[in-house]
């Protein structure tokens, strides 16, 4: 839904990643309310196992921005691609608490 963009501020030079809703979604009412009320809701839960919302917002043209902390480490993607099978049941369970 969205394209992806690591950052890093000019000054304190800290990391961060800013996610932009595609224009084709930012078009539709519903996708942009998903969007920016996912900023929302991950700040309300404050669990340790999701990324940490800086800000979020939508721009004068109408885009809709979230920016997050930035996590350094392996995607999922790359776990299970390194082990070429599906992830142990007990290994899901670790990384979805």
């Known amino acids: ?3 992806v963009y690591e950052v890093k501020h000019p000054t304190i030079e800290r990391r961060a990643v800013v996610t932009v809703l ?6 539709n009412a519903d996708y942009s309310a998903r969007f920016l009320n996912e900023a929302r809701v991950v700040n309300v839960i404050g669990h ?3 990324v940490e ?3 979020y917002g939508q721009l004068a043209d109408g885009t ?3 920016v997050m902390e930035y996590l350094q480490g392996e995607t999922l ?3 299970t691609e390194k082990r070429r099978a599906p992830l142990p ?3 899901v369970l670790q990384l979805g608490y």
Do not use: K, N, S, T
Request: aromatic share 12%; net charge negative; charged share 35%.
């Open 77 to 79: 993607h790359e776990r």
């Open 53 to 55: 919302i800086f800000d």
């Open 64 to 66: 809709l921005f979230i």
């Open 48 to 50: 340790p196992g999701l």
């Open 22 to 27: 595609h224009p084709e979604y930012a078009e």
């Open 1 to 3: 839904m969205g394209i």
């Open 89 to 91: 049941e007990e290994e």
